[in-house]
């Protein structure tokens, strides 16, 4: 092993100027560190922004295609109030239909002759629903 003087006398001296060269090379990398982190801020930053107005666009369409259902929904609930609302009135006249029937077979079965005015045409049977 070579001894520390031994050493220096094969390392050649160091010009005057080269402290300064890694002074300002050690300045150099520290600005662009901190620039680099601006930028990482930055980025970062601008990242955020459009992941918000990505969830904005998501929210958006939601309510747009929850918005369209409700309305779909409202509309098949106002069919089908008015299909039920159809089927009360088909019904009472099934109930009004079978009661007059049944009058008219009763009249017919007392053997009380009708006027001919008061014949009718026999009823159609009722309609199951």
């Known amino acids: 092993m070579a001894s520390a003087q031994e050493r220096s006398q094969t390392l050649p001296e160091m010009p005057d100027w080269a402290p300064w060269l890694q002074a300002g090379l050690t300045a150099m ?5 901190v620039v680099m982190v601006g930028k990482m801020r930055q980025q970062s930053s601008s990242i955020r922004a459009l992941q918000e107005r990505v969830q904005g666009l998501e929210n958006s369409r939601a309510l ?11 509309t098949t609930v106002q069919r ?11 019904q009472a006249l099934s109930s009004d239909n079978k009661l007059l ?5 009763q009249l017919r079965s007392t053997g009380t002759k009708l006027a001919p005015a008061d014949e009718l045409p026999p009823l159609l049977p009722p309609v199951k629903p």
């Open 29 to 33: 990398l520290a600005v662009l560190f």
């Open 64 to 74: 747009e295609r929850t918005s369209g259902l409700e309305e779909q929904l409202r």
């Open 80 to 90: 089908l109030q008015v299909v039920e609302r159809s089927n009360a009135r088909l």
């Open 101 to 105: 029937n049944d009058q008219l077979r």
